[in-house]
């Protein structure tokens, strides 16, 4: 069994020790695996991420599964931690809209944020549950973060999921 104040020390700890970010939920017993962006298509080294989107989202409906990842659609990317730009983990996003050249994307989960709302809502972090889809190969539902919009370099996107039907779409922006 955890203790929860030192679980809580622990987080507090790597917290001040990592500088100004905001901090991760979990007990702190299990580290995300680092892993290093992936190269873009066609080779070359992976650049540094340009930081999460902070302005007004102007979220467009144009899904179309012909190899480019298009707002309404979910694809794998890479996506930073917030702690540490430099690690991340691949992972789904659901684009949204776009910023010049990027792709604005919230990441998915099938993990279920209910059980720790509170927690999260602590942090700031806001989920919304968005029911299974073809995106998740064992059909686990899935919930979108409303309160990160990531900056998604087209080139880095790996591979298309699936397209978020409409209504589901129109209620993760009503979110945002």
Known sequence: MTNPVSDFL????RTLASGPSRPRSGSGARTAPSRTPPAPRGGGAPGAYPGDFTGVVRPEYSPSLDG????????????????????????????????GRWLLALMLTSKDHSR???DEARWGRRWLDIGAGPWDRQGRPSEVRLDRVLRVDPARVRREGAIMD????DAVVAGL
């Open 116 to 118: 720790d709302a509170a």
């Open 68 to 99: 480019d990842a298009d707002p309404g659609e979910i694809v794998w990317t890479w996506v930073p931690f917030e702690e540490d730009a430099s690690r991340g983990k691949d992972r789904p996003v659901v684009v949204v809209g776009r910023d």
């Open 166 to 169: 409409r209504r589901t779409f």
């Open 10 to 13: 622990r987080r507090l700890t």
